[in-house]
């Protein structure tokens, strides 16, 4: 779900530099931020800055750089500055938006991206990221209207319909709301053949529906297209049209999650009422002593890094790791770890006795059968070490697991606990909650806690 984030946008502002050799070193500036080779443009940024003081265009690019990297105030006010010297720029004010957005302030987005719109009335970036913090600010109306005014100047833009249609989806209040969220990824799909978000938005939708055909063979023909591609291969196995796999492939895990890097926050916090890390580290703390830096921690599938500044008052040290390079990178800008991985779960958790907590917040989604990651998440431990993860839970009292539409695993209250048991957990304590919403709804999650005892005796489940 690729939403408009902070990125060069070469259109330089009215402000022009005298002379060529200046301008030419604007260029490769340029070139190299957008090849993302971020330390050899900043040093031409800021050797541009030294030839010719405030030169906005350098500002406004060099401000980007620095939000990239995890510097998001600098970056703020190097962009302000830029628009001290040419304050009618749409891009500028969209892209410090952006900034603003990403650091979660979202008042302070609106009013730039609606200072955007006022210097550039067609600037459909400004107006698409409008629309996305009205709705992350749950002004439902405001933000449809804007969605509808988007597609009204820009008919033939295949991102505002696709992201229409998720606004339909992620606040549906019936069937008919799903109904028009199908027309929208139609439309998005047959606009940019490519767009393979929107088919996949498209058949999770139908399948929703009820039109599972449908949603199986929009799969079929994708695999046909693209037989190498692990996402449509895994969403053809959730929607009942192939076996399912017993975990996630890897592939498939990293190409959605390398997509999604950019707007996960977004779309989770904002949209989805995204509650896993606040909720695993609360029960955490029911169990830990008070916060003193006196632990070893892994945040085991970090994501961007949303749980890095709930568990620093607990690590001494504070190690995330992720199948994804992309959320890997984001969770680097976010900053708080001092560690960050990319690696796949199960084998990175081969260290015997590293850790006094794992935390796995909704990435256990990703596996079907739990024991392999759960006696690994036990040997990693130390003893007396904590384990805590969030599922999204399955109905009825057998042991059973099963791959949805979403492409992600339920797990029955009875798996997880067999699960733990296997693995030699103790003190095991399951509870029911919701931590996000789909489709409008509350998911229905199991968060876990385990502990890692001694060498034998009995679990007991709480």
């Given at each position: 779900m690729n939403r408009d984030s902070a990125q060069v946008v070469v259109r330089p502002s009215a402000a022009r530099m005298a002379a060529p050799d200046w301008r030419a070193l604007l260029q490769q500036a340029m070139q190299a931020h957008q090849a993302d080779d971020l330390d050899t443009a900043e040093r031409l940024y800021r050797e541009v800055l030294e030839l010719r003081v405030a030169q906005p265009d350098a500002l406004h690019y060099l401000g980007v750089l620095c939000h990239q990297c995890g510097r998001s105030d600098e970056g703020v006010e190097l962009i302000r500055t830029a628009l001290q010297v040419t304050p009618k720029h749409p891009d500028a004010h969209n892209n410090l938006g952006n900034i603003h957005k990403e650091c979660g302030r979202?008042?302070?987005?609106?009013?730039?991206?609606?200072?955007?719109?006022?210097?550039g009335p067609q600037h459909h970036n400004a107006l698409s990221n409008l629309a996305v913090v009205l709705e992350a600010q749950e002004r439902p109306q405001e933000a449809f209207e804007a969605y509808e005014k988007l597609l009204r100047q820009a008919p033939r833009y295949a991102q505002g319909h696709y992201l229409l249609g998720l606004f339909l989806r992620n606040h549906a209040q019936n069937l008919e709301h799903i109904e028009q969220s199908v027309a929208r990824f139609r439309e998005a799909y047959a606009l940019e053949p490519r767009f393979v978000q929107a088919l996949e938005a498209l058949s999770v939708s139908q399948y929703v529906l009820g039109r599972t055909?449908?949603?199986?063979?929009?799969?079929?023909?994708?695999?046909?297209?693209?037989?190498?591609?692990p996402i449509p291969r895994h969403m053809l196995a959730a929607c009942g049209g192939a076996d399912a796999p017993v975990r996630a492939g890897d592939a498939y895990v990293r190409d959605i999650f390398d997509r999604f890097a950019d707007s996960f926050d977004e779309q989770l916090l904002h949209n989805l009422d995204y509650r896993a890390p606040q909720v695993l580290v609360d029960v955490l703390g029911t169990v830990l002593p008070a916060p003193a830096a006196a632990l070893d921690v892994l945040d085991a599938g970090c994501g961007t890094g949303l749980c890095a500044p709930l568990l620093r008052p607990h690590a001494r040290r504070l190690v995330g790791v992720d199948l994804s390079g992309g959320m890997v990178e984001k969770a680097r800008q976010r900053?708080?770890?001092?560690?960050?991985?990319?690696?796949?779960?199960?084998?990175?958790?081969?260290?015997?006795?590293?850790?006094?907590v794992v935390l796995s917040a909704d990435t256990l989604v990703y596996f079907g059968e739990l024991g392999t990651v759960l006696a690994a998440a036990h040997a990693a431990l130390r003893p007396g070490g904590w384990l805590a993860f969030s599922l999204e839970a399955e109905e009825g009292d057998e042991d059973r697991v099963t791959l949805t539409a979403s492409g992600r695993y339920r797990h029955s209250r009875a798996h997880v606990l067999h699960a733990l048991e296997r693995a030699c957990f103790h003190d095991i304590r399951i509870s029911e909650d919701s931590l996000r919403k789909e489709f409008g709804q509350p998911v229905r999650s199991w968060v876990v806690l385990a502990r890692r005892g001694g060498d034998a005796g009995p679990a007991s489940a709480t």
């Open positions: 979202l008042r302070e987005a609106e009013a730039c991206y609606r200072k955007a719109l006022e210097c055909d449908e949603a199986v063979q929009v799969y079929r023909d994708w695999v046909a297209r693209e037989p190498d591609n900053g708080g770890y001092d560690a960050l991985d990319v690696a796949e779960l199960t084998a990175y958790l081969q260290q015997p006795g590293a850790w006094d």
